[in-house]
């Protein structure tokens, strides 16, 4: 009879020291370090508490994203005026497609390859030959650097786009070239 007793205080101890450690999930890893902070902070803590302290860091918050010279962080452009913004973005926008040209060319074997001026006054055979040499030499580059098929219509849809926009800009330039002189040559009315 007392071993029962004792195999039933054991059981009855052990249920109360289970029902008074708190079940925290998958947090139950840390509270046993974190354990006597938590114990200090608890009779403080209130949802008027909480409250206070979500209010005080968003306050600090805002002022600290309307101050414009305070950098918020390294990444963000969000301290820096529109106007510096796009300017950043442009130089980031160069930065990129001067590395993607560069890429291109270095995969593609453009960067030795020149290809050849010819004027109006030659044959044709004249001008085929220098082309076909140019379109053999890169023909084998192509070969050695076993570049897929897959690949080099990229290289040639990508390199049609920036030509085309190429040509965009020169025309544009063109114009407002023309309509400048053309201001200026015209004679002030009376």
Do not use: C
Request: hydrophobic content about 35%; proline content about 6%; aromatic content about 6%.
């Amino acid at each position: 009879m007392a071993a029962e007793m004792a195999v039933a205080a054991k059981d009855q101890a052990a249920l109360d020291s289970a029902k008074s450690q708190p079940d925290n999930g998958f947090l139950s890893t840390l509270y046993g370090p974190f354990a006597p902070v938590v114990d200090i902070i608890k009779p403080f803590w209130s949802s008027n508490m909480t409250i206070g302290v979500l209010v005080i860091l968003l306050v600090t918050m805002w002022f600290r994203a309307s101050v414009p010279g305070y950098p918020t962080s390294g990444a963000g452009l969000t301290s820096h005026s529109v106007p510096e913004r796009l300017i950043a973005l442009e130089e980031l926008w160069q930065r990129e497609e001067n590395e993607l040209w560069d890429w291109l060319e270095e995969r593609v074997g453009l960067d030795g390859l020149s290809f050849p001026v010819v004027d109006n006054a030659h044959s044709r055979d004249d001008k085929q030959r220098p082309n076909r040499r140019a379109e053999k030499e890169f023909e084998s580059r192509l070969h050695r650097d076993r570049m897929s098929e897959r690949e080099a219509e990229n290289a040639i849809r990508v390199t049609q786009e920036r030509l085309e926009t190429l040509q965009k800009i020169v025309e544009k330039r063109k114009q407002n070239r023309q309509a400048s002189v053309e201001e200026q040559t015209e004679p002030p009315s009376t």
